[in-house]
C-alpha cells in the first residue's frame, strides 16, 4: 500500500515536472518576465540599503569610491563643504518645497551638521548639529571660513559665527537679503572663496535682486541696482569678506548653480535649460558677459521667433546666434546640473587636475570637463569620474576637494531630481573619491609662522586657503620672502596664489607689475584682472599688451576697457579690434564688452 502511493507521488511529481517543463518552453517570454519580476523586486528593496550603495558603480581608471557616511547619520544633503580638519559639513534638506510636493515638515527645522573620522578609516563616527533652527529650511549653499559660516537660502544669506570653539553657532547675522527664490532651486546659491581674497557667489533666474543687510538695494561697482531694471535672469557676483563693493560680473543665466574659480581668477559654471530641451551648458564666464537666456534687449523667450534663429532647440536655447551673447563653453546635452570644483590637487589622475569636477544627478555622474584653449576661448570634453549604472537614487549634489586632495561627494539619494520634488526623505549617502588603497590622512597645518602659512595656501582645499590667507594677513610684509619664493616657481597655479598675496597684502602695484611683465601668459592675465580690482592706472599697462600675439591675452585686454569711457580707451580697443581674424566668437564678444557704454568713441 505505502509502495503504491509512493509511485502515485512519484509518477505525478516527473508528470508535474514534465508540463512544467513544457510550459517553460513554450511561454519563455512569461517566465522570464515573472523571474525579472521578482528579481526587480529584490533588487530594488537591495538597493536602497546603506551597504549596498556602491553596487553599480563605475569609477574613473586608478580610482576607488568609498562610502564615508549614510542615513541615518545625515538625510537628504544639498551642499556640503570640507574643513581643513578634513570634516565634512552638510546642509540638509527635509523642510523640501513641501507646498510643491505635499511632504511632510520639521517644525524645529532643516540641520547643519559636521560629519568627523575620528580614528582615520575613512568613514565617519561622529555626526554634530552645529546649527538648526526653524527659519532653516531647503537651505542650497554652504562656505566655511574659519568660525563663520556663510549660508544661502533665499531670501538670506546668514552669517553664522561660532564665537567659543564649541561647533555651535553663537550668532547669526544677515549678510545679504531680499533675493527671490524662496524654497525654489533656481534661487540663491553658495558661496565660494577665491584665490584674490574676495567672496563669488550666484544666484539663478528667480533670485532678480540683492539687498544689503539693512534691506537697501545693493548697487554694483558702475553704481547700478543689482535688480531688472539692470540686469536679468541668474547672476554672478563678488565682494569683499565682509559683503562691501558687490560686483555684478555676468547675467542672463538660468539657473547657475554654483560659480567655481581657479587661481587665475577665471570662473566657471554650469547652467541648466528649460526642462526637455536638451540645452544643458557649461560656460566659462567672461567678464560683463550676458549669457542669451533671455533675449538682451526685448527680454524674450528663446522660443520667439527672430532674425538668424538658430535651427537646433539646444542652441536656441541660449540665444546664440544673437550680437552680444556669449558662447557657450560646452553643451552637455539633457541633465539637472549642480555643485562644481575646480581640482587643483595633484592625488587624482592627471586628466583632472586644473580641471572643473561636476555633479550631473540627472545622469547619476560625476564628472569632468577637461578644457583646452582654443584662440580667445576654450574648448572642453566629457570625462566621467564616478557613475552609478545600476541605481537611479543617485544623485550627486555637491563636490568638494579634502585638504589630502581627495574628493567628497554628496548623494541626495532620491527616486527622480529637479521639478521641486522629493520622493525620498530618510536617506542621504557621502563618499570619498581617491586612487585605490589611498587612506583618508589629512596634512598637518602649521599657521604659526610664514612659511607654514604659504604651505597651506598650495593646499587644494579652500577651507585651508581662507586659514592660510587670513594668516598671511596677520604676517603682512614679514611673509614677502616666503611668497616671492612660491611665485618665482614653475608651478603655474601656485605661482598665481602666490600672486595675488603679494599684490592684496604686500605690495598691490609692484607685483602687478611683475605679473603682467612674466613669461607665462596666466599669470599676465591674473595681473590685468589685480589692475582692475586695486584700481590702478590700467590703460597704462593695458597699451604694451595690446599688440601681444596671444590672443587670450588681447581678449582679457578688451574685458579691461569695459566701463572706460575715454578718448585713450577706445583708441586701444581700435588697436585690439584690427587683430580679430574674423573668426573667433570669444575675441569678437569681448571686444563687445569692451566698447559697451562706449560705442560712438570707439567707432568713431
Not at 546668514?158 to 544677515?174: N, P, S
Request: proline fraction near 5%.
Amino acid at each position: 500500500m505505502q509502495f503504491s502511493k509512493n509511485l502515485r507521488f512519484g509518477i505525478s511529481a516527473i508528470m508535474l515536472g514534465i508540463a512544467l517543463f513544457s510550459m517553460a518552453y513554450q511561454n519563455t517570454s512569461t517566465s522570464r518576465f515573472i523571474n525579472h519580476y521578482v528579481d526587480s523586486v529584490m533588487t530594488e528593496t537591495r538597493k536602497r540599503l546603506p551597504e549596498n550603495a556602491l553596487v553599480g558603480i563605475k569609477m574613473a581608471d586608478g580610482l576607488e569610491v568609498k562610502t564615508f557616511a549614510t542615513e541615518p547619520m545625515l538625510i537628504n544633503p544639498t551642499d556640503i563643504e570640507v574643513d581643513a580638519r578634513g570634516r565634512v559639513w552638510v546642509l540638509e534638506a527635509y523642510n523640501y518645497r513641501p507646498a510643491i510636493n505635499g511632504n511632510s515638515t520639521k517644525k524645529e527645522g532643516d540641520r547643519i551638521i559636521i560629519l568627523e573620522d575620528k580614528d582615520g578609516d575613512g568613514k565617519a563616527d561622529e555626526s554634530k548639529v552645529f546649527y538648526q533652527d526653524k527659519s532653516l529650511n531647503a537651505p542650497l549653499g554652504i562656505a566655511v571660513l574659519g568660525n563663520v559660516v556663510i549660508v544661502s537660502q533665499s531670501p538670506y544669506v546668514w552669517k553664522l559665527t561660532d564665537t567659543d570653539g564649541d561647533d555651535k553657532a553663537d550668532k547669526k547675522e544677515i549678510l545679504f537679503q531680499g533675493m527671490g527664490g524662496e524654497q525654489h532651486d533656481h534661487g540663491m546659491h553658495a558661496f565660494v572663496f577665491g584665490p584674490d581674497g574676495k567672496l563669488y557667489f550666484n544666484f539663478g533666474n528667480e533670485g532678480t535682486q540683492l539687498k544689503d543687510a539693512q534691506g537697501n538695494i545693493v548697487k554694483d561697482q558702475f553704481g547700478k541696482e543689482i535688480s531688472p531694471k539692470n540686469y536679468q535672469q541668474g547672476m554672478v557676483f563678488r565682494c569683499n569678506l565682509d559683503g562691501s563693493e558687490v560686483e555684478c560680473l555676468a547675467s542672463d543665466f538660468r539657473n547657475n548653480y554654483e560659480v567655481a574659480i581657479d587661481s587665475y581668477g577665471t570662473m566657471w559654471q554650469s547652467d541648466n535649460d528649460d526642462d526637455g530641451n536638451k540645452g544643458v551648458r557649461i560656460n566659462y564666464v567672461m567678464e560683463y558677459g550676458s549669457f542669451g537666456y533671455k533675449d538682451e534687449i526685448s527680454h524674450a523667450s528663446w522660443n520667439v521667433n527672430r532674425t538668424n534663429i538658430e535651427p537646433e532647440t539646444p542652441l536656441r536655447h541660449w540665444h546664440l546666434n544673437d550680437p552680444g551673447t556669449m558662447p557657450n563653453l560646452l553643451q552637455t546635452g539633457s541633465g539637472s546640473p549642480t555643485g562644481m570644483i575646480i581640482y587643483e590637487g595633484n592625488l587624482l589622475p592627471k586628466v583632472f587636475q586644473g580641471q572643473m569636477i561636476h555633479c550631473e544627478p540627472g545622469h547619476n555622474v560625476v564628472r569632468s570637463y577637461p578644457v583646452q584653449k582654443s584662440g580667445a576661448g576654450y574648448s572642453a570634453e566629457i570625462v566621467n569620474i564616478m557613475k552609478q549604472e545600476k541605481d537611479q537614487w543617485f544623485r550627486p549634489a555637491d563636490v568638494c576637494v579634502a585638504p589630502d586632495g581627495s574628493l567628497i561627494v554628496a548623494d541626495w539619494y532620491d527616486p527622480g531630481v529637479g521639478g521641486h520634488q522629493a520622493g525620498d526623505q530618510v536617506r542621504g549617502r557621502i563618499y570619498r573619491i581617491a586612487p585605490e588603497n589611498t587612506p583618508y590622512k589629512v596634512p598637518k597645518m602649521d599657521l604659526s609662522t610664514p612659511a607654514g602659512a604659504v604651505a597651506s595656501l598650495q593646499s587644494p582645499n579652500l577651507a585651508t586657503r581662507y586659514l592660510a590667507w587670513e594668516a598671511l594677513q596677520k604676517f603682512g610684509k614679514s611673509a614677502e620672502n616666503e611668497l616671492v619664493s612660491l611665485f618665482n616657481s614653475e608651478n603655474s597655479p601656485m605661482k598665481a596664489r602666490a600672486f595675488w598675496a603679494l599684490c592684496k597684502i604686500i605690495d598691490g602695484k609692484k607685483y602687478t607689475e611683475l605679473a603682467l611683465a612674466d613669461k607665462n601668459p596666466d599669470i599676465k592675465i591674473a595681473g590685468i584682472r589685480a589692475a582692475r580690482q586695486l584700481k590702478l592706472d590700467v590703460l597704462s599697462y593695458l597699451k604694451p599688451l595690446a599688440n601681444n600675439t596671444n590672443p587670450q591675452i588681447r581678449r582679457e585686454c578688451a574685458i579691461a576697457l569695459h566701463g572706460n569711457k575715454s578718448a585713450e580707451a577706445a583708441e586701444l580697443w581700435a588697436t585690439l579690434a584690427t587683430q580679430h581674424d574674423g573668426k573667433d566668437r570669444w575675441y569678437l564678444e569681448a571686444l563687445g564688452i569692451g566698447a559697451s557704454e562706449n560705442w560712438d568713441a570707439c567707432f568713431a
